[in-house]
């Protein structure tokens, strides 16, 4: 076993949460380390999302999820200004096709008033046409704060500011095992040549997205509260040049029964244009990113409904991504999971677990939020 120079702060992971909050206490801290057991940043689930920037409209009010997307959004499109991190604030149109639900719309007008998204229009058949004519709805609501961001960017400026604050990355090594010691946390890494090193450090902050119950459970901490389901969602693409037939990000009514918020519209930076995702619990926690072509009937009649100039050779599967949902299917949603664990007598290692959407959004105020717990405890 080889040693290396002891940490202050050890993150574990660099997805988007991982970086941000690694560019965020080499800000005030030193001696920060950073480990990741791909080769670069961002290959799980950070690359493989719809790249919005939630305005906070469906969570619960009070939870982690709504006010963090809140701070969050406002945090993101400032450092995306600052930085030239490409964004589009091309807002959002949730839109009613049928009379029942309208209903449904004003129920999800009250409940982002009460989370404190004050912003959203309510649009008639004509100013909806206006906006959007090649989609139908006798209704809509306008988010002017939903927009989209360039994730790969944003996480390599997360990246770029770590490495200038002074903090260190280590890439290609994988975190396989955690031991509670006196004063901190001994880490044992397996790095890409099959090599063992250890070191210590006083705070281990654990943002290791779909195996962070893993790595919560390698320092000891058993909770079946905490155990990750994999959720799968897949997205088809509509080949140009009907892309080029929709401006915005358009989502269906939520039906109160529903998983998930329905197959939308998403566009991204490069002009594509993606309906997506589903929704679908895997069997067990396996990475299986493979696409289901027989989905496409399913994913045309959904959206056919609002994008009526669609037909079914127009769209082709294009990507997957998995959720680490804490809550198991058919269970209500459960907030994101950020703790420090002195409770549970783990004093200095911080837990984030089902960091799902609104993650990426919530991404600069999950690190300061983190940031302030460590604030608490060192
Ligand atoms: C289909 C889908 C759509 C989404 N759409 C949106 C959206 O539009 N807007 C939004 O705000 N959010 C969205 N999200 C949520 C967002 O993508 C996540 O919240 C965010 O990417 C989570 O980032 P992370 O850093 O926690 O996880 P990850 O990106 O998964 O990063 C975790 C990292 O930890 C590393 N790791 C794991 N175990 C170890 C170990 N033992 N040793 C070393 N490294 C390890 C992994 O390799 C990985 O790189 C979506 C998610 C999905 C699945």
Do not use: W
Request: hydrophobic share 35%; with cysteine.
């Amino acid at each position: 076993m080889h040693k290396l120079m002891d940490a202050e702060i050890t993150i574990i992971g660099a997805g988007v949460i991982g970086l941000a909050i690694a560019e965020k206490v080499s800000e005030e801290h030193k001696n920060i380390f950073l480990v990741e057991k791909h080769i670069t940043f961002g290959q799980e689930t950070s690359s493989r999302n719809s790249e919005v920037i939630h305005a906070g409209i469906y969570y619960t009010k009070d939870s982690l999820k709504s006010s963090l997307c809140l701070q969050g959004k406002k945090l993101l499109y400032d450092y995306c200004n600052k930085y030239g991190v490409p964004y589009n604030n091309c807002g959002k149109l949730i839109v009613a096709t049928s009379e029942e639900e309208i209903s449904i719309l004003e129920g999800i007008r009250q409940t982002a008033i009460n989370n404190g998204v004050d912003d959203l229009v309510v649009l008639d058949r004509d100013q909806i046409s206006e906006m959007e004519p090649n989609v139908f709805a006798i209704r809509a609501l306008f988010s002017p704060s939903t927009g989209i961001v360039d994730t790969h960017t944003l996480i390599k400026q997360y990246e770029t500011n770590t490495i200038n604050n002074g903090g260190q990355i280590a890439y290609g090594s994988e975190v396989t095992g955690i031991k509670r010691i006196k004063d901190g946390y001994e880490i044992t890494l397996l790095d890409a040549d099959k090599s063992n090193y250890s070191f210590t450090s006083r705070v281990v902050i654990n943002s290791a997205g779909l195996t962070s119950d893993k790595i919560s459970e390698m320092v000891g901490i058993h909770d079946d509260n905490l155990k990750i389901f994999f959720c799968k969602g897949e997205y088809f693409r509509i080949n140009p040049p009907k892309n080029r037939l929709v401006g915005r990000l358009i989502y269906p009514v939520p039906h109160p029964n529903m998983e998930g918020i329905g197959i939308h519209v998403t566009i991204d930076m490069g002009g594509g244009v993606k309906l997506g995702p589903d929704v679908k619990y895997l069997e067990s926690n396996i990475y299986d990113y493979k696409l289901t072509v027989s989905k496409q009937e399913a994913f045309y009649k959904s959206a056919k409904k609002f994008l009526p100039f669609l037909e079914f050779d127009d769209i082709t599967p294009e990507m997957a991504g998995i959720r680490p949902k804490i809550q198991k299917p058919g269970e209500p949603q459960r907030d994101f999971y950020i703790e420090e664990e002195s409770k549970r007598g783990y004093p200095g290692f911080i837990n984030l677990i089902g960091i799902e959407s609104p993650g990426l959004t919530s991404s600069i105020s999950i690190a300061k939020y983190v940031n302030n717990l460590i604030n608490y405890t060192i």
